[in-house]
């Protein structure tokens, strides 16, 4: 069973009964899924940028798990073909960061192959950083030789 996440943003230039009636549809595909709620639901906000001449947008967010894939792939067709849906984001949160990333050796190989060049490459910093940090006290210390010999002189 795979755990999804579903954003929704409807335009905000439509009134309130005609977004609750756009959204009781689309909750209809996915409320008898398992572990359903409406995580959040942040009300009429305003974009950060226009989408499709839109400035304002109703935010909606579905957490559920399910076994079926059509009903994503059904809730995609339904918003995709709704010219009143600005965006829409369906994650499957579970392919990503969840159980089955976690025992997948793929995934597996690739984070710690990941990991070991991040280190490698720290170490390298490390060592250009302690190089530098030497070079530049040998500097100051040229440089600060022969400002003393030039007090002495003087």
Known sequence: MAKYEIDLIIK???KEAEVKSIVKEYESLIK???DFNVDNEM???LLAYKIHGESNGYYFIYNFESEDPS????FRRLAD???NV???LIINLEKIYG???SINTKKIEKSKKTESIYKTKQEGYKKNKNIEAEAVEEILDLEGGNESE???NE
């Not at 009903?71 to 059904?74: D, G």
């Open 43 to 45: 009300g009429n906000k």
């Open 86 to 88: 600005l965006r829409l």
């Open 81 to 83: 073909l709704d010219t």
């Open 99 to 101: 159980y089955k990333a």
């Open 12 to 14: 905000g230039s439509l």
């Open 150 to 152: 030039e007090i002495e």
């Open 32 to 34: 008898k899924e398992k």
């Open 71 to 74: 009903i994503i792939n059904e």
